[in-house]
């Protein structure tokens, strides 16, 4: 069964620090996978995009890791912000046929001053 | 270039009664999916729509239905209103369903509260 398996499922940091969120997933075939950043009552906005090739990929404070042979993703956050406080979600792209997304439940941040 | 968006933000109906949310996605974008909300859980997916036609349907019962229109809106209907159809509903589409590299662009939602 195709599934997508976030950790922690919330996570409370004090400003500044750092912290990493996890996906496992068991979508086959791969075709790429994604983070996504939810606000309270907002639609979810794309962090970044990793295909097989990827194991990594910035954007600002956000760095994504991809291990396609273990099923692994990560998104690690560096010197966190009150910003950052939002739900991110990890959604995988199965290929072949329709490229229905499957998406995980989310991890729950939560950033204190 | 403008998102997409939906409509309405908020809507409030009594049980039994009918809701009609809609679309419009990014301008050239043909794909249309509807997902689900609920107040702490995951996405779950609803519909996704191609080029006029239901490509796919997520675990729902008949009462939730849509259509797309030929200027690639959408619209999700849900009948018979139940409590536990109170959600965020969101709108997301992309630039065709033949690559799974297309970005999902997500819409702000329309909150939709059962009474």
């Known amino acids: 069964k195709n599934q997508v398996e976030q950790s922690p499922q919330s996570l409370i940091i004090l400003e500044g620090k750092n912290c990493t969120l996890q996906?496992?997933?068991?979508?086959?075939?791969?075709?790429?996978l994604r983070w996504y950043k939810q606000d309270t009552g907002r639609g979810p906005v794309s962090l970044t995009i990793m295909t097989f090739s990827e194991n990594t990929k910035s954007n600002g404070r956000y760095t994504a890791t991809l291990d396609a042979d273990t099923k692994q993703s990560s998104l690690h956050i560096t010197a966190s912000q009150l910003s950052d406080s939002a739900s991110y979600i990890c959604?995988?792209?199965?290929?072949?046929?329709?490229?229905?997304?499957?998406f995980g439940r989310g991890t729950s941040l939560i950033v204190h001053p | 270039e403008a998102g997409v968006t939906q409509s309405p933000t908020h809507l409030i109906k009594t049980r039994g009664q009918q809701a009609t949310l809609r679309c419009s996605p990014i301008?050239?974008?043909?794909?249309v999916y509807w997902y689900q909300q609920a107040l702490g859980l995951g996405l779950q997916f609803l519909l996704w729509y191609d080029e006029g036609e239901e490509r796919n349907r997520g675990n729902f019962p008949p009462r939730f239905s849509g259509r797309q229109f030929p200027n690639y809106s959408s619209e999700l209907n849900v009948n018979a209103l139940e409590l536990e159809d109170s959600a965020l509903y969101l709108c997301?589409?992309?630039?065709?369903?033949?690559?799974?590299?297309?970005?999902?662009?997500f819409g702000a939602g329309s909150r939709l509260t059962v009474l």
């Open positions: 301008s050239g974008h043909t794909s």
């Open positions: 997301a589409s992309s630039r065709d369903s033949n690559s799974g590299a297309n970005v999902l662009t």
């Open positions: 996906c496992n997933y068991t979508v086959s075939p791969f075709s790429n």
């Open positions: 959604v995988v792209i199965r290929s072949g046929g329709s490229y229905i997304p499957t």
